[in-house]
């Protein structure tokens, strides 16, 4: 089979292992990226088209005759017209949990840096204030143990539950809210009612129409002052003009985010403000381990043998 991925370096870092994927087929073209008017001419003999986010349209797919199969090296489907391919009889498949312990880790990390006001002190350090310090060390910002703490989880699938998992062994207490328009049973709280209970809350839900600006001025009056926000979710969930309001004016205790609601933030971003008091942004690489990367090309091949056994896996149109 002849294939072709389109952007390759989306997702290697020259860290990553491709033989197995190259063993699946006579050719594998690889290229680092691909841009909207190279696609066509990439495509239209292949077989296979893998991408990450080069968008492969029903246009694209309805000039390449040779097409059988399209390999989405993450999880999202959205630069994937599904339709446009099952109406060719292309089979579309995708990748699934393979960044869960990383993302889980990322979360914790998170929470840490902001338990232990961990920018702060090394900010200090850097800038020579240890050094010049009267006494052995420095504890003029709050840190705090997770032990004892109440986490509230929003959404609870895969990935908050692994968050939970990596909470408790920090001995904190887990609460778990209902979502929006779900029902609340024994095991989850109306999150109107969680959000007052929290002591750090974090967003692991799909931005749906019911979720977005899910956290916004209320849900942020209504958090302890001494609460803390973190998203490794998706931009969209939290109401970013209200989250830097309430970080400057004091109403939560600090905040972190690995998404914002457009990415990257080429024109900008209220949160990229430096002025925003205890507030971490990191690069949405909050799933990029080497080992979830890995296991990205790993779940490409395993979907690829099982395809051509006739049994797709994974598949998603």
Not at 169 to 178: D, R, S, T, Y
Not at 203 to 231: G, Q, V, Y
């Amino acid at each position: 089979m002849k294939a072709v991925y389109l952007d390759y370096a989306s997702l290697d870092q020259k860290d990553l292992d491709f033989q197995a994927l190259k063993a699946r087929f006579g050719e594998l073209t690889l290229y680092p990226a691909t841009t909207a008017t190279e696609v066509l001419t990439r495509v239209q003999e292949a077989e296979v088209i893998i991408t990450n986010k080069v968008v492969v349209s029903a246009e694209i797919i309805q000039q390449c005759p040779q097409l059988k199969l399209i390999l989405i090296s993450a999880t999202g489907t959205n630069n994937v017209d599904l339709e446009g391919a099952k109406a060719q009889g292309i089979t579309v498949c995708n990748c699934q949990a393979y960044g869960t312990s990383a993302v889980a880790q990322h979360t914790l990390m998170l929470m840490l840096n902001l338990a232990t006001s961990f920018l702060h002190y090394q900010r200090q350090v850097q800038q020579g204030k240890w050094q010049k310090a009267s006494q052995f060390c420095l504890l003029d910002a709050p840190i705090i143990e997770l032990s004892g703490k109440t986490l509230g989880i929003v959404g609870y699938g895969e990935l908050g539950k692994a968050v939970a998992r990596l909470a408790e062994a920090f001995g904190m207490k887990v609460l778990i809210a209902a979502l929006p328009n779900r029902p609340a049973d024994d095991s989850r709280i109306p999150f109107a009612e969680l959000l007052p209970q929290v002591d750090f809350l974090s967003l692991h839900c799909p931005l749906t129409e019911d979720t977005r600006h899910l956290i916004s001025h209320a849900e942020l009056a209504a958090m302890k002052p001494s609460a803390f926000l973190i998203n490794c979710a998706r931009g969209g969930i939290i109401d970013e003009a209200a989250l830097a309001h309430a970080l400057c004016e004091g109403q939560i205790a600090g905040a972190a985010t690995d998404v914002l609601t457009v990415e990257p933030p080429q024109a900008g971003n209220v949160l990229l403000d430096a002025r925003i008091p205890n507030l971490i942004v990191t690069p949405h690489n909050a799933w990029g381990s080497v080992d979830a990367r890995q296991r990205i090309v790993e779940q490409m091949v395993e979907n690829v043998i099982a395809f051509q056994s006739g049994q797709p896996i994974r598949q998603v149109n």
